[in-house]
């Protein structure tokens, strides 16, 4: 993964990239970030890029012409993986974040109103992403998602503490319970068997306790192809 190309109405909202491991990332040139302002290729005299939806219904539809210009400017060969993000995709799983890791680069566009002219979705857009069964107002805060989530797989993004291996998900089960320092906190005792320093006895405990909490919580989790 080289860069992220994101198109979208509202750059400043892209300042959450602005902290932590992500900005590090950045600064340290794992990855890049590149914003392009939807509106600055409008043609309308008001820098218009949303229009009334054909055949009625409430909301505004963004028009086709400055994104599909945008689109062309930024990734005018196809080198990018193109993605729309938008409530009607496939749903954004762990498994999806580890394939997107393995692009040179991705390009993300970023909805607003009631979303995009088809036509540019037909024409441009290679898969639309969602990251969940609810609607928000517009693609951005989708795409900071999508591009955190695919960044922790980025080689030098985590340091060597952190690992994107034994988390919730890897093998299609949620993380087992987690403790630190102090051994007790207001008169609960962290599992004896985390102090015990018998590694397999440690693995075991883990392992039922995933699997508990995900027979629990999520079950459809287990069904799923790994
Ligand atoms: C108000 S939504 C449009 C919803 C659209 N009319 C529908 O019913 O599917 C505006 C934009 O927010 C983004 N968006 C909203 N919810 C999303 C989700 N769950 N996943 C990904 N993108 C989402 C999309 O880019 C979308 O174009």
């Known amino acids: 993964m080289n860069r992220f190309e994101v198109l979208t109405l509202f750059p400043e909202v892209f300042s959450a990239l602005d902290s932590g491991i992500i900005k590090k990332a950045v600064d340290n040139g794992l990855f890049k970030v590149n914003l392009t302002q939807i509106r600055d290729f409008s043609t ?11 055949g009625g219904g409430a909301g505004m539809i963004m028009t086709p012409g400055p994104i599909h210009d945008a689109i062309t400017h930024v990734d005018g060969n196809h080198e990018c993986k193109r993605i729309y993000m938008s409530p009607r995709g496939v749903p954004f799983t762990q498994k999806l974040v580890k394939e997107l ?56 993004v985590l340091g060597s503490s952190e690992s994107t ?14 403790y630190t320092r102090p051994q007790n906190f207001m008169g609960l005792e962290v599992p004896a068997v985390l102090t015990s320093g018998d590694h397999e006895k440690v693995r075991k405990w883990r392992y039922e306790q995933a699997l508990e909490i995900t027979k629990r919580v999520r079950p459809d989790l287990l069904d799923k192809e790994k």
């Open 44 to 54: 309308d005299k008001h820098h218009k890029t949303d229009d009334y939806s054909f």
């Open 101 to 156: 890791s393995e692009e040179e680069n991705v390009l993300i566009l970023c909805g607003s109103y009631e979303g995009v002219d088809q036509r540019v979705i037909d024409l441009d857009i290679d898969l639309e992403i969602s990251i969940g069964d609810y609607i928000l107002t517009s693609g951005e805060l989708p795409a900071l998602v999508l591009i955190n989530a695919v960044a922790r797989y980025i080689p030098g």
């Open 165 to 178: 291996t034994e988390e919730s998900f890897s093998e299609n089960l949620l993380e087992y319970p987690q």
